[in-house]
């Protein structure tokens, strides 16, 4: 116990026998192992056929996905470089929104060959050092070996092929045109092309269970899970004005905390004449403002609900504040507070709302569609069997949506099936000879063989000979000089990526490449380890 300048006692307690520590390569080969242990794990799910994982959480809830970024958010991870690779496939995701496992069995295979040369006496920073110029001179290829594709808002079949490509391993690929289609046109329906970006803010991806995967539809506008508050309010509302309310239709209550007795009966049929009078006035407001129909955020008792009805003015209520300004962007609507400040240049219009009934079911939505030229929100409806089924076509349909994004920000692509690898491979390995250092000849060497892991699990996944084919691949890309061609996982008969229309967007593969590396330079640079007994 030691005192401070104020004479308050405090313990210094001795923690250091507690802790366990690791240095040096020890250190290293700890943390490249808890590493290697999640990319086995995610290299089965490489490709188009790769295979799927069942994830079981502590609830029971079920999820079965092949996407990188999903299995590793749901796994239950405790070791701290473990940890890393989360975040690494979390980052691709955020930034690109596909390529998310590539890019951890990328790091991986990176970490695996680093671990043999630390056995050898390699420095990790001559490591680290060599693996950023490697990358370097595989980012330049990458771009030599691109091809740019031409696309407009009408014009969107390159779109639709590259789309496919991302949604080809997964669950939804038997309606493979159809969702990509949906992707795309979603995309394209919001896209500023003048300032080359996308707002994912204004696509809604709505599930509900039931139907088929064939019957999801992209809808014009917004899709809302409400109905009108009476059911003897009309279905349909062709060219409505709507008037979005953020008041609710109840009399308007005191501030400040207060006590009202009523003791007669002549004050209660005061107090009951009061409220019949507040709730005629605020119908009356909406309906001499020109509005056709109310959106409002909140509810309102069968009093209000029954005077909408008697004055012809359906309603929605219970609207939340997402859908609300969803609701208020796609009709060009004002947001109301109060029932005094509505007036008709605060309404907006659409072309119809309409109620969507789901099979024998009891189900029914309100779409509010044909917004106008101006409109740039829509509104993906997804069906399926079940809600595992509904999750997977919406990460699905993210990512497709997500590299149609990417090519309106940069249109270069390159090919699939790893042949791009392989070209980057090569191109490294040229470069070893060009190299003083021996040291750096071997990270070079380590670095394309780390390259050479997608084709080999690719072919592996597709269950072909990985040696055989990535050694076939390498020998016809050298005597053809075709840095397209990759593993022909679907056994088209042909390696030719741009042939088979396997295309991959430039910035996704480059940013898979700086990822990965930054991620091993940050693992090969920690050398110390200390950790509690209960957590070692």
């Known amino acids: 116990m030691v005192f401070d300048e104020s004479g308050h006692p405090f313990i210094i307690m001795r923690d250091q026998g507690k802790q366990s520590r690791l240095k040096g390569l020890e250190a290293h080969k700890s943390n490249i192992l808890a590493a290697r242990a999640i990319c086995d794990i995610l290299k089965t799910s490489l490709g188009p056929k790769g295979m799927d994982k069942m ?3 502590q609830d029971g809830d079920v999820t079965a996905t092949n996407d990188g970024a999903t299995i590793l958010e749901k796994l239950n991870v405790e070791h701290q470089i473990a940890k890393l690779l989360v975040e690494l496939s979390k980052s691709q995701d955020d930034e690109i929104g596909d390529g998310t496992t590539g890019v951890v069995v990328l790091a991986g295979a990176l970490l695996e060959q680093s671990e043999k040369l630390l056995s050898k006496k390699v420095h990790p920073l001559t490591l680290s050092k060599g693996y950023e110029k490697a990358c370097d001179i595989s980012i330049e290829k990458l771009n030599e070996i691109s091809d740019r594709i031409e696309f407009s808002r009408k014009d969107r079949g390159e779109l639709i092929k590259t789309a496919k490509t991302t949604l080809n391993s997964k669950v939804i690929n038997r309606c493979l045109d159809h969702m990509a289609t949906i992707a795309v046109d979603a995309v394209l329906k919001v896209a500023d092309f003048d300032k080359k970006d996308v707002n ?14 064939d019957e999801t539809c992209l809808v014009n506008g917004i899709v809302i899970d409400k109905t009108f508050s009476h059911p003897q309010m009309p279905e349909v509302v062709k060219n409505p004005k709507i008037a979005v309310l953020t008041c609710p239709f109840e009399p308007p209550k005191p501030k400040t905390k207060n006590q009202l007795d009523i003791k007669t009966v002549e004050d209660y049929n005061q107090l009951r004449d009061y409220e019949q009078k507040q709730f005629v006035e605020m119908v009356k407001a909406c309906k001499d403002s020109g509005a056709t129909v109310v959106a409002c955020q909140w509810g309102f008792d069968d009093e209000a609900n029954h005077l909408l009805l008697q004055q012809d003015l359906p309603a929605i209520r219970w609207i939340g504040g997402c859908e609300l300004e969803l609701l208020a962007m796609a009709t060009g609507a004002r947001i109301v507070p109060r029932f005094q400040d509505l007036d008709v240049k605060k309404l907006g219009t659409c072309g119809i709302i309409r109620t969507i009934k789901f099979g024998t079911s009891d189900d029914k939505m309100l779409a509010i ?7 740039n929100t829509c509104t993906i409806l997804v069906r399926g069997g079940n809600k595992m089924i509904l999750e997977e076509t919406k990460r699905s349909l993210h990512d497709a949506m ?20 392989v070209a980057c491979a090569m191109t490294v390995r040229e470069h070893v000879p ?4 021996p040291m750096e000849q071997l990270c070079f060497e380590a670095f394309a063989e780390a390259l050479e892991t997608i084709p080999r699990e690719l072919a592996n996944n597709s269950g072909l000979s990985p040696l055989d084919e990535l050694a076939d691949l390498k020998d016809e890309q050298t005597r053809t000089g075709n840095p397209n061609l990759g593993i022909d996982c679907m056994q088209v008969g042909t390696r030719d990526m741009k042939l088979q229309k396997v295309f991959e967007t430039l910035i996704g593969k480059q940013q898979q ?3 990965a590396t930054q991620l091993v330079k940050m693992i ?13």
Not at 434 to 437: P, S, T, V
């Open 55 to 57: 994830l079981v959480s």
């Open 434 to 437: 060009k190299l003083d250092n």
């Open 524 to 536: 090969l640079k920690i050398d110390d380890v200390i950790l509690p007994h209960e957590q070692f």
């Open 513 to 515: 490449l700086l990822l």
């Open 369 to 375: 569609e044909d917004c106008g030229a101006k409109c």
């Open 200 to 213: 994912f803010d204004l696509i809604k991806v709505v599930g509900k269970v039931g139907g088929k995967l």
């Open 402 to 421: 997500c590299v149609t994004r990417n090519l309106i920000k940069d249109n270069r692509i390159v090919y699939g099936g790893g042949s791009a690898e």
